[in-house]
């Protein structure tokens, strides 16, 4: 089983141009979630998905858009790419909301 | 002040000390999260705990709940539990489904 799995590894953007995140999970868990990891800040909740055919904002979802195409993917779109949204993101997923989370390698994006 | 807080944000020690890693929070919780993030930067889940402790192996996890505050122990610690070390709290009732994650510990360990 490969877990949970993160495309692309490394990404650089100009400001203003567009790029989706994909990420699936061969678990088959219904929860799963996007962070953002900044430096000197925890993990911090972009969006969720508490099962398939839901989700919900988290703490940050401002220039995010979500999409949970079937149970086992879950992607992340920047519609207009912002320096601000520099950092490394995290897919995760758990097979309930209230239980461990399993978490992809993570892609680390640079917006010049 | 954030809802969950890590103590120490710095940690070195010699190969073969007993390691302590703090974690304060200030909301009610569900359950509480110890994950490690390697030097790769991937996650991994340690524990999660509600009440009492958890061992697995050389680490050890325990919550006093009415002090709102857990440590996660390191016995006989390795060149190889270098990594940063989360804290993460979910809360009772509204944003039950969500973690709050602590800042993370820096722990490295020389041989």
């Known amino acids: 089983n490969a877990g949970v799995t993160q495309t692309p590894k490394f990404q650089v953007l100009k400001t203003g141009q567009s790029m989706t995140l994909q990420c699936a999970q061969d678990m088959n868990h219904n929860s799963m979630y996007w962070y953002r990891q900044d430096p000197g800040m925890g993990l911090r909740l972009i969006y969720y998905s508490a099962s398939e055919g839901t989700t919900d904002k988290g703490e940050v979802p401002n220039g995010y858009n979500v999409s949970r195409l079937n149970k086992r993917e879950f992607s992340l779109r920047l519609e207009s790419a912002a320096p601000s949204q520099t950092s490394v993101y995290f897919c995760?997923?758990?097979?309930?909301?209230?239980?461990?989370?399993?978490f992809g390698p993570g892609t680390r994006l640079t917006v010049l | 002040k954030n809802e969950v807080e890590q103590s120490p944000q710095n940690l070195t020690a010699q190969e073969g000390e007993f390691i302590t890693i703090n974690c304060s929070y200030s909301?009610?919780?569900?359950?509480l999260h110890w994950l490690q993030q390697h030097p790769g930067g991937g996650i991994v889940s340690l524990f999660m705990?509600?009440?009492g402790k958890k061992k697995h192996g050389r680490l050890i996890a325990t919550i006093n709940i009415q002090e709102k505050h857990s440590s996660l122990h390191i016995t006989a610690s390795h060149p190889r539990d270098s990594a940063v070390y989360i804290c993460a709290v979910r809360g009772k009732i509204q944003g039950a489904q969500k973690l709050v994650f602590g800042q993370g510990t820096r722990l490295t360990i020389n041989p």
């Open positions: 995760a997923s758990s097979d309930s909301p209230y239980n461990e989370q399993f």
């Open positions: 909301v009610g919780i569900s359950a």
């Open positions: 705990l509600s009440s």
